[in-house]
């Protein structure tokens, strides 16, 4: 009796690994999107940040953002010296929410006319995972008559996701570990 409970629950914990294997995790986000300034001026820049004024609208998008084309997006300052890390863009569509948050800064440029910032961030999306990707961001004031802002974000496609793959692995030798006991167990009560 002892040796069908055993295998009994070694059988239910390899069905819930299979179950949740493939919902423990949703897909990574991918695809890239930019933002175009709708406001005159673009933003308003000083020594070591950048406000963009809001909003701000998505003029370019594929994969998770190809929908978004048009949408409005909110900034938060972008602040660079000393760098800061933080929330930087927020995008509300329907019932979906996406995000940008700065991790980390690998560049920043700034002079009279140009401020060019790149750096390492996370993006997310309702009901996606969190996902790194790379950001950068260009303020021009050309002629000094008017600000350009322009953002572009790309996610990080080695996040690929499992699949499921290591639950069903995971699940098959738990299956082999009980197949193995029930085998070593007859074995002993036959002997």
């Known amino acids: 009796m002892k040796l069908a409970s ?5 059988s ?7 179950l949740t294997g493939n919902y423990a995790k949703a897909g990574y986000i991918s695809g890239q999107i930019e933002f175009g300034d709708i406001n005159s001026p673009a933003a308003v820049v000083t020594l070591g940040e950048v406000s ?27 602040v660079f010296a000393p760098q800061t890390t933080g929330l930087l ?3 509300v569509s329907g019932a979906t929410t996406y ?10 440029f700034q002079n009279g006319y140009f401020v060019n910032l790149a750096g390492a ?19 021009t004031n050309s002629n000094g008559s008017g600000l350009d802002f322009t953002f572009g974000a790309s996610s990080d496609v080695a996040n690929t996701p499992d699949s499921g793959t290591s639950a069903l692995l995971i699940s098959l030798g738990l299956v082999g570990i009980s197949l193995g006991v029930v085998a070593q167990r007859r074995k002993s009560v036959a002997a």
């Open 99 to 108: 995000t940008f948050t700065i991790n980390s800064f690998t560049s920043t």
């Open 6 to 10: 055993q295998l009994m629950l070694t």
């Open 89 to 91: 863009w927020t995008i």
């Open 121 to 139: 961030g996370t993006a997310t999306e309702t009901g996606f995972s969190d996902t790194n990707g790379t950001w950068s961001i260009t303020d």
């Open 12 to 18: 239910a914990l390899a069905a819930v690994v299979l």
């Open 52 to 78: 963009p004024t809001n909003p701000a609208e998505v003029t370019t998008g594929t994969g998770n953002y190809a929908g978004l084309i048009g949408d409005a997006a909110t900034f938060d300052p972008i």
